[in-house]
Every structure is written in structure tokens, then in C-alpha cells.
């Protein structure tokens, strides 16, 4: 166990104390998902001190990505999102113990993902339902904390964004979709944190995707909207970890 805090976390040491800034050193936290909201999310987690991380993403960064994505760039299109990611991320933290996987999480993966390592918490930032249904079932089955972001897209008013149990939520399409899902599955009323905004969203901002995209429909965003749910989403895995062992 690392007790030793880095000069550079100064500042958060002095908010948090030291016990907590070490129960953040010493934890291992799985990000999947590295768009909008889980790239920004994955940053926060790494910049408050989470020692070891694994992130999972096998898209690449594109155009469209720019207006609101961390690893998006000129100079990083058609890169991996995880290698762009991962690269920040140790210079954030060189001391970083990372493992990025650039592989999409499909079902007969997330076990595989899921036991790679022994992670204190579960990040889901998946955009897609069937894989995030799947990694959020898994996941509570294993009884691994588990934060997951709804959707961000169609969104404009941040002081919307709430911090709740998924089955409280509404006017969220892809909140409704995966509870629906989840009850199919004989998860009904599982605990499930989630990240979302009872905002509605303008139905006439939402196009079908093009032939061979993963997704069946695409939705506008703005800038800011996914890095809010990625802050929230990082800070209750940040506040919860502070806390371990307690």
C-alpha cells in the first residue's frame, strides 16, 4: 500500500487529509467508455489520485468529436481513444499504473474485462444499451460499486444534471430503455447510481444513424454537457473512495 502522497496532489491534500488522499492512491477504478463523458470523467478520477485505473474504449477519434470529447483533436484523428486517453493520463500521472484495452465491450468480454483485476469501482459511460445493460448487471451481480452514466445528448441546461437512483429518473430515453432492460433481466429495483437530467429533449435533434454505425440514432450535443455528467459521475466514485475502509 502507497502511504507516500506526491507533491503535486498539495492542493487536494490539503481539501481531503491525508487518510482520504490515500484511500484514492490505493484504489483501482474501471472506466468504460471514453467519449464525452467518460473521457472527462476518467481525467477527473486520475487528477484526484486514483492510483491504478483500467479504461476500455476501441473507437477512434473523428471530426464530429471535437465540439465536446477530451482526447478529440486535429492532431489525434483516427487515433485510438484509448491511446490518446491513456497518454494524457500519464502525464497527469506518471505514476499512473494503467491498462487500456481497445477492444469494444460486448457481452462475452465485460466477465473477462470485470475479472482482469480486483477494481474498487465500476465507471460505466457506455452509449450504447445492450453492452451497458450487460456491464451494469454483471457488475452488481459481483457486487462491485458501480456509477453509470444516462444520457447526455439533447441536454443544454447544466443545472439540470442530477446525482440519484436510476429508477427514480425520467425524461431520459436511454435511463428508460436500460430499466426496462434491467426489469427484463430480473434486476428490478437493483440499486443502480446514475447521472442524469429530467431536462426533455428536443426529439427533432435526433437523426437516424448511418448504415453500419453501432448506434441506431445520433443526437445533438453541446460542448459542456458531457463533461458535467462526467464530473459528477467522477465525483461520486471520488467521494465514495475517499471514504474506504472507514
Not at 63 to 74: E, T
Not at 112 to 124: N, Q, T
Not at 157 to 169: A, E, Y
Amino acid at each position: 500500500m502507497q502511504t507516500t502522497i506526491p507533491g503535486w496532489m498539495s492542493r487536494t491534500e490539503l481539501l481531503l487529509g491525508a487518510e482520504s488522499i490515500s484511500n484514492l492512491i490505493n484504489s483501482n477504478v474501471l472506466v468504460v467508455g471514453l467519449g464525452g463523458v467518460g473521457g472527462i470523467c476518467a481525467e477527473m478520477i486520475v487528477r484526484a489520485g486514483v492510483g491504478k485505473m483500467t479504461i476500455v474504449d476501441a473507437d477512434t477519434v473523428e471530426a464530429s468529436n471535437r465540439n465536446r470529447q477530451i482526447p478529440a483533436l486535429v492532431s489525434t484523428e483516427n487515433a485510438l481513444k484509448s491511446d490518446v486517453l491513456s497518454a494524457r493520463l500519464l502525464d497527469i500521472n506518471p505514476e499512473l499504473k494503467l491498462t487500456a484495452i481497445a477492444r469494444y465491450v460486448r457481452e462475452e468480454i465485460t466477465n473477462e474485462i470485470l475479472e482482469s483485476d480486483s477494481f474498487d469501482y465500476v465507471v460505466d459511460c457506455i452509449d450504447t444499451l445492450s453492452p451497458k445493460v450487460f456491464l451494469i448487471k454483471k457488475t452488481i451481480e459481483k457486487g462491485i460499486p458501480i456509477v453509470s452514466s444516462m444520457g447526455a445528448g439533447g441536454k443544454v441546461d447544466p443545472t439540470q444534471v442530477q446525482i440519484g437512483n436510476l429508477w427514480k429518473s425520467y425524461n431520459c430515453n436511454l435511463a428508460y430503455y436500460v430499466r426496462k432492460r434491467l426489469s427484463q433481466m430480473g434486476m428490478r429495483n437493483r440499486n443502480l447510481t446514475v447521472v442524469w437530467s429530467p431536462e426533455k429533449a428536443d426529439q427533432s435533434r435526433i437523426i437516424p444513424a448511418p448504415e453500419g454505425n453501432v448506434k441506431k440514432s445520433l443526437i445533438g450535443t453541446i460542448s459542456y454537457m458531457p463533461a458535467v455528467f462526467g464530473c459528477a459521475v467522477a465525483s461520486v466514485v471520488i467521494r465514495d473512495l475517499m471514504g474506504k475502509g472507514r
